[in-house]
């Protein structure tokens, strides 16, 4: 590589899940998306769409809320962006959904993960080094918020402080 030749770019996002509903008698796993987050997800699609953060592959928690999120997102993207459904995902920590990240295939280029908190937050903090774009994941990582983290490195030899968080977006930031 010559110094005019760009690094390789490596993308991630990590998208909570939309605003759920807590119904009587409904298991965690099983809960839907409430009004708010049948409204937001789409939105988020939208703008995924409109600013080119389209994944190859996106890993999907199995729980009912994760699912419908994607579904909602995922309707307002390419059609051709492989999935996985990936149980560990569900109540996650940090390094197990780190260790799920670092198992995807280099030639993956941006990858969707779609999940829950704390996991979704602490992994970003974990893999950002510290930045003034930090501090908005530090204090809250909202339902349906985006988190953007760029890597020089495959998925691989990712770890902790090798990314750069490049934009963080939360639903209520979004029109339309």
Do not use: C
Request: proline share 6%; hydrophobic share 45%; net charge negative.
């Amino acid at each position: 590589m010559t110094s005019d030749t760009p690094l390789p770019r490596y993308r991630l996002l990590l998208l909570r899940h939309a605003k759920s509903a807590w119904p009587d008698g409904v298991e965690d796993h099983d809960r839907p998306l409430g009004g708010r987050g049948l409204k937001a997800a789409p939105s988020m699609g939208r703008y995924m769409a409109r600013e080119g953060l389209v994944p190859d592959l996106a890993l999907i928690s199995t729980a009912r809320r994760t699912q419908e999120t994607w579904a909602l997102v995922g309707a307002e993207l390419p059609d051709d962006i492989a999935r996985r459904d990936v149980g560990e995902i569900y109540e996650a920590a940090a390094d197990r959904i780190a260790a799920v990240v670092r198992g995807v295939d280099a030639s993956v280029r941006t990858l969707l993960v779609v999940g829950h908190n704390p996991g979704l937050q602490e992994l970003a903090i974990d893999l950002v080094a510290d930045g003034e774009r930090l501090a908005g994941v530090r204090e809250k990582f909202p339902t349906g918020a985006l988190a953007v983290i760029d890597f020089a490195v495959a998925w691989g030899a990712v770890t902790e402080g090798s990314g750069v968080l490049e934009r963080f977006v939360v639903p209520r930031s979004l029109v339309g």
